[in-house]
């Protein structure tokens, strides 16, 4: 059996980079002060470095850290903290800075545990979205691109570890 390895490439890295740098004037536009990335590892690591250089004005970063997927390409349902904030977040206009949404559960999760720390407003980036998928009613506020039920990698995104070196987006093929 071969190993699956990236086929199609999906998004190129300039439409990533066109697209990132949109989002970044609407996530400023919507929080001018006292703006909080919360990056999630590691998927978000490449979208996250390249939003925040887009970004004009302070701003602020930290990251954290949950599992659901485990080198597996079906969704757990259940979410674990690897590592939390360094920070708290009152008071700030915290985004969430999210690879990829599928299902939705690992987002909803991570909102409700986010809201709980009383973020002034807590708002919510992703690179991707599958909508198709979706199984849970999530907001998004920002959203790069939609995108339909196959599993990529690249930017980021992994497949067992492997891919997330790739400036493109690409359809791991079997
Ligand atoms: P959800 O809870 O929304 O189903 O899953 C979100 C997580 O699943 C993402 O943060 C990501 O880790 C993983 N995931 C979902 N779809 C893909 C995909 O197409 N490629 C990769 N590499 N990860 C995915």
Redesign the pocket.
Known sequence: MTAPSPGEILLSAEQIQQRVAELAVEIRRDAPDNLHLVA?LK??FVFVADLVRCLSGPVSLDFMSVS??ESK?A?S?E?RLVQDLGAPLDGRHVVIV????????????LQQMLRARNPHTLKTACL?S?TA???VD?TVDYVGFT?AD????GYG???AEQ?RHLPHIAV?ET
């Not at 999210?98 to 999760?109: M, S």
């Not at 196959?150 to 990698?153: D, L, S």
Request: no cysteine; aromatic share 10%; glycine share 8%.
């Open positions: 999630v998927g978000a659901s997927y390409t969704s349902g979410i999210e690879d990829i949404v599928d299902t939705g559960v690992t987002l909803v999760r991707l599958k998928r979706r199984q999530v995108i196959r599993f990529v990698v995104l992994d497949y891919y791991l």
